[in-house]
């Protein structure tokens, strides 16, 4: 019963997504605190840091929702600087792959590279290499 309830506790962010959250019950069997108020979301709130270096961290937060978690990691996520491919013209395809499906195909090839190092492409302006 002891590890059923350490189970039923945590709650694993993942890069794709929010693991063991099938382990809690729908939230409205779960008993709900008396004092809903922030005090006492920030008194129960537990963050341990695992590991910290310049491009990771990882840490443990005890104390919270699973959706309270996954809104965490979504916000997390949209703050880290991407690029990827949004407009293509094709000159000569001579591929069996549509010319849509394929441009579609390049959009989700991640890029790793920093986009601060970039400029963007005014309206009228011819691409270049550094724009495009």
């Known amino acids: 019963e002891a590890k059923l309830k350490e189970i039923k506790s945590k709650v694993i962010i993942k890069n794709e997504g ?4 099938s382990s809690f019950e729908h939230p409205s069997s779960l008993a709900i605190p008396e004092d809903t108020s922030f005090k006492a979301f920030y008194e129960n709130l537990d963050i341990e840091i695992i590991s910290l270096n310049e491009e990771d961290i990882t840490f443990d937060i005890k104390g919270i929702d ?3 978690a996954n809104a965490l990691r979504r ?4 703050e880290i600087p ?3 491919i949004e407009k293509v013209n094709m000159w000569q395809n001579t591929s069996v792959i549509p010319d849509e499906v394929l441009a579609h195909r390049m959009g989700l090839v991640p890029i790793k590279v920093d986009p601060r190092l970039f400029e963007y492409k005014e309206k009228g302006e011819e691409y270049t290499e550094k724009n495009c």
């Open 18 to 21: 929010v693991d063991y959250t």
């Open 66 to 68: 699973p959706a309270i």
């Open 75 to 78: 916000i997390f996520i949209s």
């Open 82 to 84: 991407t690029m990827a």
